[in-house]
T-cell receptor, first 116, second 114 residues
Framework: DSGVTQTPKHLITATGQRVTLRCSPR?????VYWYQQSLDQGLQFLIQ???????AKGNILERFSAQQFPDLHSELNLSSLELGDSALYFC???????????????FGEGSRLTVL | AQTVTQSQPEMSVQEAETVTLSCTYD???????LFWYKQPPSRQMILVIR??????QNATENRFSVNFQKAAKSFSLKISDSQLGDAAMYFC???????????FGTGTRLQVTL
């Protein structure tokens, strides 16, 4: 158990819909990262938050947005869903006193999104 | 841009044997970190081993060790005495000392046979 909690574990929805994925980082971790893993692919970095503020952005679509709340949990919002958005979405956290990733990232179990 | 390349989509090893997974990376940075992550069928991403570029000594964690060739930008993972539980996808990953993200390779699927 990494200590990172993601909900829901599985989600099936239709094209055009909107979903929200939730992540609770490990206790004490200030940085939260979101990654997308499409079928048989590596992990693509989407976005990072550090202590409530956006720290880095990767190849995140404009239809996607995220935020980190004062209690440090994070949500990833995916809207106007397309078939190609079907993927495993991982959240990870780290101590990251400065948002740097010199140390280990602790990953949640992922949220499997299926868009039909 | 930094890239991570894993040229072996699949590998197979017999139980108790040794296998080496390859990884190369491209960077102009001098301060960076390299990682191997394991993803079993449970989908959990598990850190296997971590290497800091400024350290010449190869990292070792029990049956897992790396061969870090900085000049060649190569970072291979050696698994000794392979066990059935080692069967998984293995991802090589890279980050710089100032970056905020990990860049992953496409992964190598390892099968362990009896």
């Amino acid at each position: 158990d990494s200590g990172v909690t993601q909900t829901p574990k599985h989600l099936i929805t239709a094209t055009g819909q909107r979903v929200t994925l939730r992540c609770s980082p490990r206790s004490g971790d200030l940085s939260v990262y979101w990654y997308q893993q499409s079928l048989d692919q590596g992990l693509q970095f989407l976005i990072q938050y550090y202590n409530g503020e956006e720290r880095a952005k990767g190849n995140i679509l404009e239809r996607f947005s995220a935020q980190q709340f004062p209690d440090l949990h994070s949500e990833l919002n995916l809207s106007s869903l397309e078939l190609g958005d079907s993927a495993l979405y991982f959240c990870a956290s780290s101590r990251g006193t400065s948002g740097r990733v010199g140390g280990e990232l602790f990953f949640g179990e992922g949220s499997r999104l299926t868009v039909l | 841009a930094q890239t991570v390349t894993q040229s072996q989509p699949e590998m197979s090893v017999q139980e108790a044997e040794t296998v080496t997974l390859s990884c190369t990376y491209d960077t102009s940075e001098s301060d960076y970190y390299l990682f191997w992550y394991k993803q079993p069928p449970s989908r959990q991403m598990i850190l296997v081993i971590r290497q800091e570029a400024y350290k010449q000594q190869n990292a070792t964690e029990n049956r897992f060790s790396v061969n870090f060739q900085k000049a060649a930008k190569s970072f291979s993972l050696k698994i000794s005495d392979s066990q059935l539980g080692d069967a998984a996808m293995y991802f090589c990953a890279y980050t710089t000392g100032t970056a905020s993200k990990l860049t992953f390779g496409t992964g190598t699927r390892l099968q362990v046979t009896l």
